[in-house]
């Protein structure tokens, strides 16, 4: 009896694999179906994906200016006037997220001083500008720096 544990191919569904360099006689013997010489009849032979036939590659082609400091810190900003409309005297990171003003996932938060602040409020930040450090302390508030 044929079930699923026993099947077995069809008649003519798989071919054995074909045989390079076995001898003139086999129609694929000595240089195998690679043709005469060339990069792509050597071991290993081919060209990788970014390769423009000999082209200067873009990677060489564009202009290159500046310089990127890899080990620089990147804040998440948050300013001031967003920092106005949350309900919450205290402000932590928590809060932050919960409003959607940061993704908690992202690095340290800075405060920047754009827009204003009318009432008292403690922010727990990694770091504040100083135009928003005197904002919402000219409103009475102060800013808590985290790790520092």
Do not use: C
């Amino acid at each position: 009896m044929t079930d699923l544990s026993n099947l077995g191919r069809p008649k003519g569904a798989h071919r054995s694999r074909k045989r390079l360099g076995r001898g003139p006689g086999s129609g694929i013997g000595k240089t195998a179906g690679k043709g005469n010489k060339g990069h792509k009849a050597r071991t290993g032979g081919g060209t990788h994906p970014w390769f423009e036939g000999g082209q200067m590659p873009l990677q060489r082609r564009v202009p290159k200016r500046g310089f990127k400091n890899p080990f620089r810190t990147s804040y998440q900003v948050v300013n001031v006037a967003s920092l106005a409309s949350l309900a919450e005297a205290e402000i932590t990171l928590d809060v932050l997220h919960a409003n959607r003003l940061i993704d908690a996932r992202s690095g340290p938060v800075k405060i920047l001083g754009d827009g204003d602040i009318k009432r008292k409020v403690v922010v727990h930040a990694h770091a504040a500008s100083e135009a928003a450090r005197a904002k919402i302390e000219a409103a009475g508030g102060s800013i808590a720096l985290i790790g520092g």
